[in-house]
């Protein structure tokens, strides 16, 4: 019998990885080496080759795009890339993105919400807790040596049964919903559009739903219709004694205006993940006792880092097998 010739090995999918030149990979090396085995990634800032001229010259292979953090993908870098057909991202938030124009030319979007959602749900939950018990500032009362000198600690306040309205009940915010509907609150929503499977009450604009609340919690994305959503008319419905945690983006929030609510006892507190100026938070923050800060670090689990390598491998494998998407970006 003649010999069999040798198969020739399989040309790999190939992967367009997007990130700014300052960007590392914050992959772990393991992971790195999977993906690098299963797919062809193109990183055009780890070739000697000038930018333009390597996307240039790949572009017209490219369906698939990989994108690292917060690097910017605008309308006409999309126009750079002609067969483009899937936008993997490694962030739940995608401000960075222009998804009207992905949209528009049928591109579809998947983010890393879902594999996010249950560890910065636990953190939204722990900072209301924080705030409402005023834990950390019971601590700073401890350390500081004033428990023998004023002995009485002020009250705290009782979780269970208040109103709390989330904004935006996608992944992140329903794994919000049912943590606190264990400790006995009640819950409503505002989104952009009612969700026919959900029983929560909806209401259509969030100074409404702020007005039938005592707390709200920001998980929605930043985009144009949301930007400084939360401002002082917001701020004024939810009352004196009502709290907003922020696990969204600084930018959901009038800050100056949340500033001035605070400062002045219009609100009754505060807890804060995200800020309008990352790294630079707002110093009159510091010195107040019902406001709590993260710095955005709501995600910052190993479990969450692993779920989101697990989604990025499933995604590209379904997009490859022509099998369905994992935590696609919906456009309604």
Known sequence: MADKEPQQPKEL???LVHRLPSYK??????????????????????????YDSFLARHAPFIRVL????YSPISAEF????????LIVATSAGLNHIDLP?????????????????????DCAVGLLIDVLRRISAADRFVRGRLWPVKENYPLGFKLGDKRVGIVGLGSIGSEVAKRLLAFGCTIAYTSRNKKQSVSFPFYANVRDLAANSDVLVLCCALTKETYHMINKDVMVALGKDGVIINVGRGSLINEKELLQCLVGGEMGGAGLDVYEIEPNVPKELFGLDNVVLSPHCAVMTPESFEALDQ????????FFSNKPLVSVVSNE
């Open 78 to 85: 999309l126009e750079r890339l002609p067969v483009l057909e």
């Open 25 to 50: 990979i914050p992959l772990d090396p393991s992971f790195r080496d999977q993906l690098r085995s299963q797919f062809h990634m193109l990183d055009p800032h780890e070739s000697p080759e000038p």
């Open 66 to 69: 990989m994108t690292i953090g």
């Open 13 to 15: 999918p190939i992967v």
């Open 101 to 121: 124009a992905c949209w528009s030319r049928g591109i579809v979007v998947t983010n890393a919400s879902l594999a996010f959602a249950e560890d910065v749900a």
């Open 311 to 318: 989604l990025i491998v499933v995604n590209l494998k379904a």
